[in-house]
């Protein structure tokens, strides 16, 4: 085997799969709430969603977890699934969404290469929902590898965004 193989650059993650307890609470919470549409469905059983008309960004499904509690917050599993925005401006509209919902975040970041919003879907999955600042305003260590960080998002600054 080659130790040096390296992914393809264009090489992207093309959707995640999350097992739900119930099927219409999530769709209420992606689609009614974040904005997806539905592109099928199984039935009760499950469903893909996807933003701008792609086959599927994320797939639901009941089939080993309908009317099961979420998975423990101290075990292996998904952490959360990260949607990116196209601008600032987008990522401040549904903030400004999520206030006039009354939906709690977990959390809120400047990364330096990103700002982001952290939420639970109703199964208790993580939600991050973040726009990427263009790659030249990344911050950089002299040695040109990323300094990423964590600090306070300016959610005032971020509101104020929205046009």
Known sequence: MDDQYIIPNQTKIGHVHLKVA????SLDFYCRLLGFEITMRYGGQAAFISAGGYHHHIGLNTWHSKGLPPAKTNSAGLFHTAIVYPTRNDLAAIYHRLIQENY???GAADLGV?????LNDPDENGVELYWDRPGDQWPKKEDGSLEMFTRALDLESLLNERR
């Open 22 to 25: 119930d099927l219409d609470r």
């Open 104 to 106: 709690p975040l977990t």
């Open 114 to 118: 990103s700002e982001s919003l952290y």
